[in-house]
């Protein structure tokens, strides 16, 4: 019986850690906002028409913010506002809402389970490479080595790698071609200028489909 019992305390304790690093992930995640007030709250914004009531993207141009660290989208729509990134629908969508708001909605975007990916680019054998390992010779650095073998992003030092996976084609296309010329320059220390300036347009290209499968 003894042993009956024990296996079944290590099966709750197991659960119970399981379940301490899922809300640990969570609250990481969602940050100091709260989920159900920012549910409430994007019912009178504008957010949903293109991202999505949860956070999934319903329009081809936006990108999903569903399960996105919600420092990072805090960090994002700043930048819209101040003009350290720049966009004409998100300029002129940004300024709709309020940093109350904002934290809250952040924090219910990032509770929400991620998008499943709407292509699957995972058999490219040359993206998936250059994910995993980067090409030192032309000083690409692996893409997961800041945003997770997953692309599911992290956080380190104060610095938020966003969660890439599954995230829309034209919109990851759009973003490396914005990091290579430069026209979006908001990384910390211009990383990813320096990782995009590095890629040829096939690779750009390969590497979208290849994440957005992910
Ligand atoms: C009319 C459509 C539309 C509406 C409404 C809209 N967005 Fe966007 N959003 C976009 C598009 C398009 C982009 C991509 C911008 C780019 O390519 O740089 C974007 C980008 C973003 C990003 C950057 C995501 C990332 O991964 O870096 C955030 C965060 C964001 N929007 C939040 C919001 C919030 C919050 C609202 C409501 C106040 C909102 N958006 C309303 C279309 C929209
Ligand atoms: C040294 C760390 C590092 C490496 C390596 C790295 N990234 Fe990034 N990446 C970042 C950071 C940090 C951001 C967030 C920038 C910001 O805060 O605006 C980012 C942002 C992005 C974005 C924009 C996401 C969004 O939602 O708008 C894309 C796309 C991206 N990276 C793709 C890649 C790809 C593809 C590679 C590999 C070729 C790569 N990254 C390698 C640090 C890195």
Request: charged share 20%; proline share 4%; aromatic share 6%.
């Amino acid at each position: 019986m003894r042993g009956v019992w024990l296996g079944v305390l290590m099966a709750a304790a197991f659960s119970a850690s399981a379940l301490a690093a899922g809300d640990e992930d969570l609250s990481q995640r969602i940050g100091k906002g709260d989920p159900a007030a920012g549910k409430h709250k994007l019912e009178s914004l504008v957010c949903r028409e293109c991202h999505g009531e949860d956070g999934v993207s319903i329009s081809l141009m936006a990108p999903n913010l569903a399960g996105q660290f919600a420092d990072y989208i805090i960090k994002q729509v700043h930048a819209f506002q101040s003009g350290h990134r720049d966009n004409p629908t998100m300029d002129m969508m940004a300024p709709t809402i309020d940093d109350a708001a904002l934290v809250d909605v952040a924090a219910f975007f990032a509770s929400n389970p991620r998008a499943p990916g709407e292509i699957s680019g995972k058999s490219n054998d040359a993206a998936k490479a250059l994910f995993e390992n980067g090409d030192s010779d032309r000083g690409v650095l692996a893409c997961q080595s800041c945003h997770g073998p997953e692309g599911k992003g992290t956080e380190a030092g104060g610095v938020f790698y966003p969660l890439i996976a599954g995230q829309r084609f034209t919109y990851l296309r759009d973003q490396l071609n914005n990091w290579k010329t430069g026209e979006r320059s908001n990384s910390p220390d211009g990383v990813m200028n320096h990782i995009a300036a590095g890629l040829t347009d096939r690779e750009v290209e390969s590497l979208a489909r290849y994440i957005s499968g992910l």
